[in-house]
C-alpha cells in the first residue's frame, strides 16, 4: 500500500469521530461534512509523516476549522433572513413534516444544540470539546488562543448555561410543562379537539411583526382562533424549553432558532402565548434545557 492510500485509509478510521466532532459544534450535518472534508484537505497538504498522533491532529483541526465557521455564521444568518422567501416565519417553520422534524429533534437533542447556539463560538468549542470528548484544556487552550485557565473558564460559562436554572423547580412548573407538551404534541397531529382542551376560551396569542403574517392581525383571540392557528403554524415544530428563565418553546430547525414561544398557564389551562422573531430580540435571550 503506497503511503497516500495508507492516508486515507487512516483518516477513514478517523472520519466518523470527527464527524461527530463537527457536527456537535457546528449543529448542522452538511457543515459537519464541510469541515470534516476541508480537514482531509489539510492533512493532504500536510507533512503527515511528522504527525505523532494523527486523531489529535485531525480533532484539532476540524475544530479550528468549526471555530472560524461559527464566527463566520452570525453574517451569513443576516443575510438568510434578507433574502428568504415571503411568509412568516411560523409558515415556513411549519413548512416540513412536523412528525418528522420533532423525531430528528428528540434524535439529535435539539433543546441542548439551541443552547449552545446561544454561547459564544470559543464557549461551544471548549464545552464540546472538553465535556462531550474529554479532551483536556491543556489542548483546547491553543484552537482558542487563550490559556489553560481561560478554556476552563469558557466551559464552565457554557455549562451553566446548558445545564439551566433551578427556577425549572419552581412552583408548578413541572406541571405547567405537561400542559406545554400536551399542547405542542396536538398542534403536530394538527388535533384540534385536543388543542381546544388545552386552551382556555378566552386564550390570546400575541405575534411580533416577524412572526405575523404580512397584513394579518398581530393577535389572535379565542380558543378556536388559536388552536386553528397552532395547527397549522409554527408551534408544529416547536419545542419545550427554558426561556428568560420563563415556561417557553423554542422553533429551531437543527438548532437554528427562527422563533421563540412564551407561554402562560393558569389552571392546567394556556391562556396566553406570545410568539417572537425578530432576529434582534431573539439574540438577547437566555436559553436554557430543561433539567428534569
Known sequence: MDARNLLAEQFEANRFHLRTVAYRMLGSMSEADDAVQEGWLRLNRSDAGSIENLGGWLTTVVARVCLDMLRSRKARREESLDTSAPGSIADRAAGGDPEQEA?????VGLALLVVLDTLSPAERLAFVLHDTFGLPFDEIAPIVDRSPAAARQLASRARRRVQGREVAQRGDM???????????AAARRSDFEALLAIL????????DHAVAPAGAATAVRGAEEVARNAARGGARAAQPALVDGALGGVVAPL???????YYTVRDGKIVEIEAVGDPERLSRLDLAVFSD
Open 200 to 207: 382556555a376560551p378566552d386564550v390570546v396569542l400575541r405575534m
Open 174 to 184: 413541572r406541571r405547567q410543562r405537561e400542559v406545554v407538551d400536551a399542547f405542542l
Open 103 to 107: 423525531v430528528l429533534a428528540d434524535a
Open 255 to 261: 438548532g437554528r432558532l427562527l422563533m421563540v414561544l
